[in-house]
């Protein structure tokens, strides 16, 4: 895959589980080419959301559904946590 497809993966996600992989695979694509995951995906800060009320502090939040959100895991790693 290249950016361009990385991009489209992340933005046009189905659900929570397709967009954590999406965004994992273009974090592991964006340190083969030397880049930053934003420079490969563009608008993390407005990631699709899948249902649910927005969480009450959104800090490290990058997307949600009903019952889990999606967050890193201090390793840079995105990873889909109960809410």
Do not use: Q
């Not at 992340?10 to 420079?39: F, Q």
């Amino acid at each position: 895959m290249n950016a361009n497809e990385h991009k489209t993966a992340v933005h046009s996600a189905a659900n929570l589980r397709e967009l954590c992989d999406a965004l994992n695979e273009a974090i592991a694509y964006s340190d083969r080419i030397d880049r930053s995951v934003e420079d490969v995906v563009l608008g993390l800060t407005s990631l699709t959301t899948f249902g649910g009320e927005e969480p009450a502090d959104t800090d490290e939040i990058w997307s949600w559904n009903d019952t889990h959100v999606i967050t890193t895991d201090g390793r840079g790693d995105f990873i889909i946590i109960p809410r």
